[in-house]
């Protein structure tokens, strides 16, 4: 098992900064959370306060214990809030002290933030910092097999789709919070992230 990598990392583009997540992001992103709350079908997505502290302090905790590294996404055009992502399934298997795998998710922006550079460029970030800085073996990218928006999304970013894993997480669905769901798994190879690099880059161009 290798070491703990830091959770306070910062990366920032031109469009959208990623900073560590903590508490004083809450209100930031309750308002985020609530532009259009009917934009989150698949995602849970605190849209009170209270809810919001606790998603916050659940994910601190969890970084914590090194199970995530979570990020606040800042709009740079406005220094807006405007959703959250993380790293997680931080994997380790060759006993190296950088990891060998992991997973970029439990992602939502807000609706003035969908379908624009945001995405695109955070995910090139995320990306980056993965293979360039920690020389990763395999990324993964998982979705609600239903979630139709997202695995195209997910395509887009040039990942290579593997298949359906069944009965796999519990769904975040409205109504469904705690029921299994299947999951759609995409990844993308050392061996790929030049190729999925430039498509980023041509896409934010």
Known sequence: MGRMISPDITLTGSHV?????????????????????????????????????????????????????????????DRRLVGCTRYLEIRHWTGRD???????????LAASAQRTAINTEAKLLLFHQAFEQWQVRRLAIYTD???????????????????????????AASGEIGLPRDTAAHSILDTEWSRVRDNLLNRLR
């Open 98 to 108: 950088l990891p060998d795998e992991v997973e970029v998710g439990g992602t939502w």
């Open 145 to 171: 097999a239903r979630n139709t928006q997202s695995r195209g999304a997910i395509l887009r970013t040039g990942a290579t789709f593997e298949g359906i894993l069944r009965n796999n997480r519990a769904s």
């Open 17 to 77: 900064q990623l900073e560590p997540l903590s508490m004083d992001h809450v209100h930031g992103l309750v308002v985020a959370a609530n532009e259009d709350c009917t934009t989150f079908g698949w995602t849970l997505v605190p849209e009170t306060v209270g809810a919001m502290n606790n998603y916050v302090s659940a994910l601190l905790a969890d970084a914590e214990a090194g199970r995530v590294i979570p990020f606040a996404q800042r709009r740079l055009s």
